[in-house]
T-cell receptor, first 115, second 110 residues
């Protein structure tokens, strides 16, 4: 167990809807990264939050947005859901930046199905 | 475009053998390298991290890094059926720009 929790575990939505996924980071960690993992592929970096500020973003459209709260928990919001958004969404927490600080520990993930 | 490449497999090895997993990366600025194991339907689990050229051993696992060749490998000695999983190679620059490879599926045959 990494101490990183995510909710919900599973979610079914229809195309065009909006979804919010939540993540609580490991105690002492101030950085949260979000990934999308389609079936049979490696995780794709969505964005990272460090001390409540976005600290890097992957190649995802603006309808993917996020927040980090003062307790370092985080939300991922996806608007106007598309069928291709169906995937496992992973949250990973880490301690800041710098050598050794990049080690990321993953939560159990949220499996999203868009119909 | 920063890329991490791995053979998708499946890589099949008999129980007790050495499994060798390879990874190459495109960004010469990468500083940190990680191997994760992912069982089907589960999230990635950290196995090893390596930052300097050479070998790093942890139990049955050895990570090898060659920055000049932009190459990282993972050796699993005395492979067990419980090692059957997908192994993900990941690289980043001091916590930023985390890039994962597609993963190599390993099957250890009893």
């Amino acid at each position: 167990e990494t101490g990183v929790t995510q909710s919900p575990t599973h979610l079914i939505k229809t195309r065009g809807q909006q979804v919010t996924l939540r993540c609580s980071s490991q105690s002492g960690h101030n950085t949260v990264s979000w990934y999308q993992q389609a079936l049979g592929q490696g995780p794709q970096f969505i964005f990272q939050y460090y001390r409540e500020e976005e600290n890097g973003r992957g190649n995802f459209p603006p309808r993917f947005s996020g927040l980090q709260f003062p307790n370092y928990s985080s939300e991922l919001n996806v608007n106007a859901l598309e069928l291709d958004d169906s995937a496992l969404y992973l949250c990973a927490s880490s301690l800041g930046v710098g050598q050794g600080a990049g080690t990321q520990y993953f939560g159990p993930g949220t499996r999203l199905l868009v119909l | 475009q920063k890329e991490v490449e791995q053979n998708s497999g499946p890589l099949s090895v008999p129980e007790g053998a050495i499994a060798s997993l390879n990874c190459t990366y495109s960004d010469r600025g990468s500083q940190s390298f990680f191997w994760y194991r992912q069982y089907s339907g589960k999230s990635p689990e950290l196995i090893m991290s390596i930052y300097s050229n050479g070998d790093k051993e942890d139990g049955r696992f050895t990570a090898q890094l060659n920055k000049a060749s932009q190459y990282v490998s993972l050796l699993i000695r005395d492979s067990q059926p419980s090692d059957s999983a997908t192994y993900l190679c990941a690289v980043n620059n001091y916590g930023q720009n985390f890039v994962f490879g597609p993963g190599t599926r390993l099957s250890v045959l009893p």
